[in-house]
């Protein structure tokens, strides 16, 4: 996974370990904001994060242990 701010749908897809194509409906549907360079999407970390986040089926588990 890149160190920068930036993930590509392939980045994303290897993590989740989904296909690329199921990441691609995520953004054209709208659920994971992403910008489009060229032919290709990139997908801000903070909102991919945040897309996962939205997703888990018990939220206050997953709570950020560091907020104080």
């Given at each position: 996974m890149t160190t920068n701010g930036w993930l590509t749908v392939e980045e994303i897809a290897?993590?989740?370990k989904l296909h690329p194509?199921?990441?691609r409906e995520y953004i054209r549907k709208k659920?994971?904001?992403?910008?489009?360079?060229?032919?290709?999407?990139?997908?801000?970390?903070v909102d991919y994060e945040k897309f996962v986040q939205d997703r888990a089926t018990n939220p206050k588990r997953?709570?950020?242990t560091n907020k104080q």
């Open positions: 290897q993590e989740l194509d199921t990441i659920q994971l904001p992403a910008f489009r360079f060229g032919t290709s999407y990139r997908v801000k970390r997953y709570e950020d």
